[in-house]
């Protein structure tokens, strides 16, 4: 089975301060993560992926995220907030080796970025 | 521009009928997928497809059918079974060998009037 937390409903975070969005994982095996951005009644769109490799992994708009093995976290970060980032966040997982290939998705982390 | 095409935006339906939202891709990707999405809770499988006449049930199958008669569409279908109706349903697709991420529509909102 494959899990993913996102712990905070929200975060808050004024304009020009870093960011993170926590996300959690459990799977029993090697995962490929991702991370999700919805604006308001909006399909998600793809933001990075973990898939091997380098812990860093950097994507759209800024954003980057770290993949920590022991922790099985994959943290969103960014270093400094814009307005326009406010959205409905996800992370999602999947098992490298699953027989069904479809994504786990976290409950979403609502981010609130204020001017 | 390739990419997914969710119909209708905003649909309405009576108790006890059944309602069939459209999903086609234009991306030569294999796999597709059905979500629902309620607030507070991400997004749960319903149904997916990896191949032409072939589906899978997803975690919260029941009320719902699709089909995939051609690798460009997977209509998903509420039936009255479904007594919760009321979501965001999105359809989204990737590669065979994908290990990149999904391509996602833009969502179907489904009241229950």
């Known amino acids: 089975a494959q899990s993913v937390a996102q712990p905070e409903d929200q975060v808050n975070v004024a304009e020009g301060n870093p960011l993170t969005v926590k996300c959690t994982y459990s799977?029993?095996?090697?995962?490929?993560l991702f991370w999700y951005v919805q604006y308001p009644n909006r399909g998600l769109q793809f933001l990075l992926k973990?898939?091997?490799?380098?812990?860093l992994v950097k994507g759209s708009y800024g954003f980057e995220a770290e993949f920590n093995k022991s922790q099985t976290s994959f943290h969103l970060k960014k270093p400094s907030a814009l307005v326009s980032d406010s959205a409905l966040y996800f992370c999602?997982?999947?098992?490298?080796?699953?027989?069904?290939?479809?994504?786990?998705f976290g409950s979403g982390t609502r981010l609130q970025v204020q001017p | 521009d390739g990419g997914i095409t969710q119909s209708p935006k905003y649909l309405f339906r009576k108790e006890g009928q059944n309602v069939t939202l459209s999903c086609e891709q234009n991306l030569n990707h294999d796999a597709m997928y059905w979500y629902r999405q309620d607030p507070g809770q991400g997004l749960r499988l319903i149904y997916y497809?990896?191949?032409?006449?072939?589906?899978q049930k997803g975690d919260i199958a029941e009320g719902y059918s699709v089909s995939r008669e051609k690798k460009e569409s997977f209509p998903l279908t509420v039936t009255s079974a479904q007594k919760n109706p009321t979501a965001f349903y999105l359809c989204?697709?990737?590669?065979?060998?994908?290990?990149?991420?999904?391509?996602f529509g833009s969502g179907t909102r489904l009241t229950v009037v």
């Open positions: 989204a697709s990737i590669p065979d060998r994908g290990g990149g991420g999904y391509t």
């Open positions: 999602a997982v999947i098992l490298r080796s699953a027989g069904r290939r479809a994504l786990t």
């Open positions: 973990y898939i091997t490799g380098d812990n």
């Open positions: 497809s990896q191949i032409v006449n072939d589906f």
């Open positions: 799977v029993s095996g090697n995962p490929y």
